[in-house]
């Protein structure tokens, strides 16, 4: 489970709840970015989500439920590699804008990643491997947690998140343009999760390059790294 945050006021910054069960996962920085990342027997430590000196926010929530139409079936672009290629700056965010609008995109087989990528502008874009793409050209702000946005509560499954999406939408609804750092960990905290636990929330604050991080739930515990503009 997780949620994603992306909100244009005065400031430009990116929420995110990474919701993790089971697995192990390191925040590490450095002078390309802050990635979160998760340890996969296979391929090691793998950087899945994060900000980089670009700007670029990765985000990547899981879908419930799951949908088969994102199971690999010929030719396409594996998701993951897809968001490693953006975070690690291998691919900007307009390629991976027009990928997702001109090709196929499917995910690992019996499980539907998604993507919630943002760029330095504060533009989104929503990917769902066999569903489809959404793109938003700087919108106030946009949320993504654990549904398809396509299905909406059509259909249920009980880790989808739509009780977050409402409750993150309800908290953003009510925010003005000085909306900072410390309201947006306010809207990550009041969303944690405990029994998929939130094991970190971070903030980009695209503007100013800045990441601010916590683990575990210890919002009075914050950690934050500062990038150079690229």
């Not at 702000?141 to 409750?167: A, C, I």
């Amino acid at each position: 489970m997780c949620t994603s945050i992306v909100v244009n006021k005065k400031k430009t910054l990116v929420g995110w709840n990474l919701d993790l069960l089971d697995m192990e996962y390191r925040v590490r920085p450095n002078d390309n970015g802050v990635y979160i990342e998760v340890y996969d027997h296979k391929e090691g430590w793998m950087p899945l989500f994060g900000a980089n000196s670009r700007g670029d926010f990765v985000g990547m929530p899981t879908c419930y439920p799951f949908d088969e139409r994102s199971n690999p079936n010929g030719e396409g672009h594996n998701i993951i590699i897809l968001d490693i290629d953006l975070l690690l700056q291998k691919k900007t965010f307009q390629e991976i804008k027009d990928i997702a609008c001109k090709e196929k995109i499917f995910s690992i087989p019996n499980l539907t990643f998604m993507s919630s990528l943002s760029d330095k502008d504060g533009n989104v874009l929503h990917i769902i491997p066999g569903q489809g793409s959404l793109y938003y050209e700087k919108p106030e702000y946009k949320v993504l947690t654990n549904f398809s946005p396509y299905k909406q509560d059509s259909e249920y499954h009980p880790w989808m998140g739509f009780d977050r999406y409402k409750k993150t939408l309800e908290l953003l609804s009510q925010i003005d343009d000085d909306f900072d750092v410390k309201d947006c960990f306010s809207i990550l905290k009041a969303v944690s999760q405990e029994v998929c636990p939130t094991v970190v929330s971070m903030v980009f604050d695209v503007n100013e390059r800045k990441v601010y991080w916590c683990e575990n739930r210890e919002y009075d515990n914050v950690k934050v790294f500062e990038l150079h503009k690229k």
